[in-house]
């Protein structure tokens, strides 16, 4: 069992504790455990599993939550969990997925009109009763209401991290069974949508059958969907993520990959489009109609050459103008991941962060970066030990003496200052002037109306120092939604004042979305690629970022940490003396 499972069924039972009104301090100790074990760098199952070592080597698990993790590692749940789950539907745990909504308030939802289900409460809602419970509003329906359809809509959803490791865990696999040829990933996986629904693979192969045989027995198949000869479908892991597995000829797996990776819209356009070249397109390959003759299908770009195209990047097939660009010759050179050269976004041990400045700067150096930014928090978020002015001063001076001694790569000295409720900085503009770099970002006071919002982040690009907005739009995939505000009025501002706008390759952020980056794109912004990084090992989702600049038009020159170490230094003085000016 991984890391971040364990510590989802520690946090739902402390919700589920919560909701029944027990004992704090146990709820509290099953929440510090969750947070422990979620960014623990080995996985504590097979410290658990190790007679040779002990669990309680983990700082913040004591011996009764020893007891606890062995008892989930050997049948996936324990006797508190089971307890209050006797006691409170499983539906319970539905409820607490709503934004707005805390334990607190499903108890008391609970009591007065037996919400059991999100049905309930959307019902309880739409009758106006939620506003007349203590410290419940108008408003807060209103919100709770736009929840509940945010979580429909996200119901049954992955976030691409995710299916991207089960797809390469399965990938691995096949590829190593005899007789296998190719194996890839489609579907919206391969386009980089940042959720996904299922997993479509391709593979061919005379041992391609032996795939689907493979997938059926796999001891993380929950259920045999369906099994034919070429073609299996199971749900997969505790997740229960649907993955289907193709075995095909190697004459149609271009034109498999190119049907089965989507999207819709993309693949009807080109369709009708052959058709008026006498020619059709399906999964199997493209064919003349009236001799039904093989004109292409082994691979995606005779497909698209044969039609009149230029290949087609997969991230671009949304029919949002990108096959219009194939036909006249004008497709952008999407940005590679190659091609960045830094990281311009990472906490450490200042903060929030698990590792110390010099270790994040190795494990950079490692992946051949030549420079990062180290942006701990400001004083605002208190919960993380941010810097104050003096801090911030201090930090400062402390990596122009590590430049100084020797690193494996330059470290410009940033701050991920927080954005406050008025637009001001949370940082005075002395102390900011002493760093490099200055990410502003937005971590509180979420509900505001969208002019209110606006004004916030207008106020914010006022400032002399403020290099980046970081994660812009504030939402977490499939747990908080954007909050409100008026991106092409501020995306232009932006632009007009030199401030760059971060990609922020968080998996579970993803933020800028594709769509804005590509608006804020045609407004003349410049962007910045990051990760967000609270240990080394998060460096690595650089990735994710990478795919979601592509989403969104982007080339290497529209972004700054794709320039090498004397362009990008250039970049910062000619940004700090337009700003001073």
């Not at 983990?58 to 006797?79: H, M």
């Not at 390469?168 to 194996?183: M, Q, W, Y």
């Not at 698209?304 to 952008?332: F, H, K, M, V």
């Not at 952020?509 to 962007?527: E, I, M, N, T, W």
Request: charged letters at 25%.
């Amino acid at each position: 069992m991984e890391n971040k499972e364990i510590a989802r069924l520690l946090h739902e039972t402390a919700d589920l504790m919560e909701v029944a009104g027990e004992d704090a301090f146990r709820i509290r100790s099953y929440r510090n455990a969750a947070s422990v074990i979620a960014s623990y760098p080995e996985r504590v199952a097979d410290i658990v599993c190790n007679p040779e070592r002990k669990v309680t080597e983990i700082p913040g698990i004591g011996k009764g939550l020893s007891l606890v993790l062995a008892e989930i590692c050997q049948r996936g749940s324990f006797e508190r969990r089971d307890e209050m789950l006797a006691r409170y539907p499983a539906s319970a745990l539905e409820l607490l997925k709503i934004q707005g909504l805390g334990p607190k308030s499903i108890a008391l939802l609970y009591e007065h009109y037996n919400v059991r289900t999100v049905d309930d409460l959307e019902r309880i809602c739409r009758e106006q009763k939620l506003r007349s419970l203590p410290r419940m509003g108008a408003k807060l329906e209103e919100k709770v209401l736009r929840s509940i359809e945010a979580y429909r809509r996200s119901a049954g959803r992955f976030l691409l991290s995710f299916g991207r490791r089960t797809a390469d865990e399965l990938s691995a696999e096949f590829a190593a069974l005899p007789g296998i040829e190719k194996v890839e990933a489609a579907g919206s996986l391969r386009r980089g949508r940042e959720t996904v629904g299922d997993l479509d693979i391709l593979v061919t192969g005379p041992g391609a059958a032996e795939a689907l045989n493979h997938l059926v027995t796999h001891p993380k198949a929950q259920e045999v969907l369906g099994q034919g000869g070429n073609k299996a479908s199971v749900s997969f892991g505790l997740e229960r993520l649907q993955v289907d597995v193709r075995a095909l000829p190697h004459e149609s797996f271009g034109a498999a990959m190119q049907y089965f990776t989507g999207s819709k819209e993309h693949n009807v356009v080109l369709r009708t489009n052959a058709i008026k070249q006498g020619l059709t397109l399906n999964e199997y390959g493209l064919f003349t109609l009236e001799e039904n003759q093989r004109a292409a299908g082994e691979s995606e770009e005779d497909i698209y050459q044969r039609l009149g195209y230029a290949w087609i990047p997969p991230e671009l097939r949304e029919n949002c103008g990108e096959l219009e660009a194939a036909q006249e010759g004008t497709l952008p050179k999407l940005v590679e991941l190659s091609q960045i050269r830094g990281d311009l976004h990472m906490h450490t041990t200042e903060t929030d962060g698990r590792a110390t400045l010099r270790e994040m700067a190795e494990a950079a150096a490692a992946l051949g970066y030549e420079y990062i930014a180290i942006t701990d928090h400001s004083k605002a978020l208190a919960m993380s030990n941010g810097l104050d002015e003096e801090r911030v001063v201090g930090f400062a001076a402390q990596v122009r003496e590590l430049n100084r001694d020797g690193l494996p790569l330059r470290v410009f000295s940033g701050l991920e200052c927080d954005i406050l409720r008025d637009g001001a900085m949370d940082i005075s503009e002395d102390a900011l002037a002493e760093l490099d770099l200055v990410i502003g970002s937005v971590h509180s006071y979420f509900n505001l109306e969208a002019a209110e919002m606006t004004d916030r982040f207008l106020r914010a690009l006022e400032s002399p120092s403020l290099r980046i907005i970081g994660h812009m739009t504030g939402r977490i995939l499939l747990q908080r939604e954007p909050y409100p505000f008026d991106f092409d009025r501020v995306a232009a501002k932006a632009a007009q004042r030199g401030v760059w706008l971060e990609i922020n390759a968080s998996p579970e952020r993803l933020d800028l979305p594709s769509q804005f980056v590509r608006s804020a794109k045609r407004r003349g912004c410049r962007f910045s690629i990051s990760t967000d990084a609270h240990r080394p090992s998060h460096l690595h989702n650089m990735r994710y970022g990478v795919i979601t600049a592509r989403r969104g038009w982007l080339e290497a020159a529209d972004v700054m940490n794709a320039q090498n170490l004397s362009g990008f230094e250039a970049a910062l003085r000619l940004a700090r003396t337009a700003r001073v000016a």
